[in-house]
């Protein structure tokens, strides 16, 4: 890769900040730009550089996929709010089942979401508004991953060979690709970002879509999203880098109440990690893991199993799909 890194011992925070401010601003010149905010610390971080550097001629969209966390949507556009960002939500629901629709390959579901993206949602916001550049919040893992081939990360275009201008009509900016989430967690610190985002476990790009084995319907995304919501009740106080449920494809046999029960397969993943690049799994006590089996297979309609991931990445990685 042509892109050099800055490490987290050599970041200075003011001066990148300032430096991506008056990039940005060099940039788009008197145009207006967009961003989609999802609410993780790299997507925040870009949000507030842009409004930053250009006020009023940088808007700002939540894309709501029906992929995200339970109450995901409403939660970031108050908070925002509450910060003087106006955060303007989109349902974008259909657009993105569609296109999943019958999509059981990791690399076509990721290209499936990146069409929905880019194209199909930001390319009919950027005609309405006659926005030229997008923003977004791409890591230095983003782009070291998918160059390595391990798995295409959805918001990788111009090191694929994708030039965005020519297909989608606008020129995307990268304000963070030099850095890794530790990196961006003390820029957004010094942007003055709320420690719950600073803080928050990272959230992938093609949100619950990354969470789900095999086709991704509304359905199958309740059911992770339910348990998601769970495994983050539980293990938020443990100090790990990631914590994440997965929903299997296949089914497995239980037992309920003396009978048979043909039912779902949660998997539970916590990360010890600090960059994403290397992780180990957090060793959770086992009164930990007994009550989210407990919780998941009460609580989450149709779960009869529940397991732990005990692989360090690599050779697992930190997501599933």
């Known amino acids: 890769m042509d892109i050099k890194e800055i490490r987290l011992e050599e970041l200075d925070t003011e001066k990148f900040i300032t430096e991506k401010i008056e990039e940005i601003s060099s940039i788009v010149g008197d145009g207006l730009a967009i961003n989609a905010l999802s609410g993780g610390v790299d997507s925040s971080a870009v949000t ?4 930053r550097a250009l006020g009023d001629r940088f808007k700002t969209y939540f894309i ?9 949507p409403e939660y970031i556009v108050s908070l925002f709010k509450e910060m003087g960002v106006t955060v303007e939500l989109v ?25 929905s993206f880019y ?48 297909m989608y009509g606008y020129r995307v900016l990268e304000p963070l690709i030099q850095l890794r989430k530790s990196a961006i967690r003390e820029v957004a610190k010094a942007l003055r970002i709320p420690k719950e985002i600073c803080n928050r476990p990272p ?17 199958r995304v309740k059911i992770v999203r339910d348990a998601t919501n769970i495994v983050e009740q539980e293990l938020s106080d443990m100090g790990a880098f990631q ?3 997965v929903l299997h494809e296949d089914k497995v046999t239980g037992v309920r109440e003396g009978k048979r029960d043909y039912g779902l397969q949660i998997e539970v993943r916590c ?31 149709g779960v009869v199993s529940v397991t732990y ?5 690599p050779p697992s990685t930190i997501e599933a799909v």
């Open 243 to 245: 914590y994440l449920a």
């Open 48 to 51: 507030m550089l842009g409004h």
């Open 119 to 166: 194209k199909d949602v930001f390319g009919e916001l950027v005609r309405q508004i006659g926005a030229k550049y997008l923003l977004q919040g791409t890591n230095y893992t983003d782009i070291e991953e998918t160059v390595a081939g391990i798995k295409r990360q959805h918001n990788i275009l111009e090191q694929l060979g994708i030039d965005p201008e020519a």
């Open 203 to 219: 959230f992938p790009g093609p949100a619950l879509a990354a969470r789900v084995i095999g086709e991704v319907t509304p359905e």
């Open 271 to 301: 990360w010890e990690s600090t960059d994403a690049k290397i992780g180990s799994p957090t060793r959770l006590p086992h009164d930990v893991l007994d009550r989210l089996a407990e919780r998941v297979t009460t609580e989450v309609p």
């Open 91 to 115: 349902h974008a629901e259909k657009t993105f089942f569609d296109a999943l629709k019958g999509q059981t390959d990791p690399e076509q579901k990721r290209e499936a979401i990146t069409r």
């Open 64 to 72: 709501d996929n029906g992929l995200m966390r339970r109450g995901e």
């Open 309 to 313: 991931n005990i692989t360090k990445k």
